[in-house]
């Protein structure tokens, strides 16, 4: 039962480099999510797709770019990653619009960049 | 504005007490859906309990209640009972489906269980 699994599970990055984090979810869920999570911030969205085929920005998206490759894929990219992105990245995904579904988390990404 | 509000950034409780995390919540959507979340230190996001906007009754889930008020906008976590497994973050989230199904975190409560 694998639920939403995300790759890498650590990464360190230089200043400028660029690097796609995966994420795929088994739970045939319409909705899809990334999340950064900085200390005593809470989470904060970067992007969302509310079902395959959408995108939309969240609270923080500036620096970052995704693709839903399909209903499983949500793909996170930073093009030019910079040490204020340095974080914790987590995806998440969640069924219908209505109704009592929650998100269901990856275990996150620890991305450092220096 | 905040759509969700945690003023507690850390709480202490006793071992076997309960303890009451605060929530609250800004929304003009009539349909909205309440969460709660525990992050332990190993990272994960575990979901808790779920409380609907046009529940009647409160959420329960184990040992865990969540405390509806919905004319006060708010949505506080009961847990009974503490145990040291407890100590963790706590977060509280508002799903809006009429905004792209997102949903909306608070910055998070940290609980420490004193044996």
């Known amino acids: 039962n694998a639920g939403v699994t995300q790759t890498p599970k650590f990464q360190v990055l230089k200043t400028g480099q660029s690097m796609t984090l995966q994420c795929a979810q088994d739970m045939n869920h319409n909705s899809m999510y990334w999340y950064r999570q900085d200390p005593g911030m809470g989470l904060r969205l970067i992007y969302y797709s509310a079902s395959e085929g959408t995108t939309d920005k969240g609270e923080v998206p500036n620096g970052y770019n995704v693709s839903r490759l399909n209903k499983r894929e949500f793909s996170l990219r930073l093009e030019s990653a910079a040490p204020s992105q340095t974080s914790v990245y987590f995806c998440?995904?969640?069924?219908?619009?209505?109704?009592?579904?929650?998100?269901?988390f990856g275990d996150g990404t620890r991305l450092s960049i220096l | 504005a905040q759509k969700i509000t945690q003023t507690q950034p850390g709480m202490f409780v006793q071992e076997k007490e309960a303890v009451t995390l605060d929530c609250t919540y800004d929304?003009?959507?009539?349909?909205?859906?309440l969460f709660w979340y525990k992050q332990p230190s190993s990272g994960e996001m575990i979901f808790l309990i779920y409380q609907g906007s046009y529940d009647q009754q409160n959420a329960t889930e184990g040992r865990y209640s969540l405390n509806f008020q919905k004319a006060r906008k708010s949505a506080n976590l009961v847990i009974s009972a503490s145990q040291l497994g407890d100590s963790a973050m706590y977060f509280c989230a508002m799903r809006e489906p009429n905004t792209g199904n997102q949903f909306y975190f608070g910055t998070g409560t940290s609980l420490t269980v004193i044996p």
């Open positions: 998440a995904s969640s069924g219908w619009r209505r109704g009592n579904q929650p998100q269901h």
């Open positions: 929304t003009s959507d009539p349909s909205y859906g």
